[in-house]
């Protein structure tokens, strides 16, 4: 709930500032000033409201992935001993000590605050999209018509994020096998 609440954010900011622009342009300046005032306040409010939100989503999302991790650890250990004994025979100990913390550290991390972070940006996506249909439609489709090329460029960078990230894994394996022995 607070990483959508906090994804509306920056939507809701948008709108604060053009109302501000909008401001300037009052022909009283008594009035004028109230507007300002009357922004800057609720600019004030969503900064607040930003900090209780990423905070709190921050303390769950870490909260929860710990305790997957610890669950995770404990489902790990329990399938390595059911193993049968020659199997540890033909295995690197310490690349598999290493593999446990590796492993689970990246589902803590997966399931942090990075999902917080991912289901705040879609939420700031659609709502930044709903608020761009409702002042301008037309700037927001041609807006749209860029995504499907953003989208794309996004998923040729994470495949070569994911090939580094496999050549880092085994050479820390490797590494953390080499000092566990």
Known sequence: VSSVVSGANQPAQLIIFGNLMDAFNESSTARAVRLVRF?????????????????????????????????????????????????????????????????????????????????????AFALGLAVGFWYVWQLTLVTMAVIPVCVCVLVLASKARERAEARAEAARATAAATALE
């Open 39 to 123: 922004f800057a306040l609720m600019y004030m409010v969503c900064g607040v409201q930003q900090f209780v939100t990423v905070a709190t989503q921050a303390a769950a999302a870490t909260r929860v992935a710990a305790a997957q991790a610890r669950k995770l650890r404990g489902a790990y250990l329990g399938a390595l001993l059911r193993k049968r004994i020659g199997w540890f025979d033909v295995e690197d100990h310490g690349a598999i000590a290493a593999s446990i913390v590796e492993s689970t550290l990246a589902v803590q991390d997966g399931l942090g605050e990075k999902f917080a972070t991912g289901v705040q940006g879609v939420s």
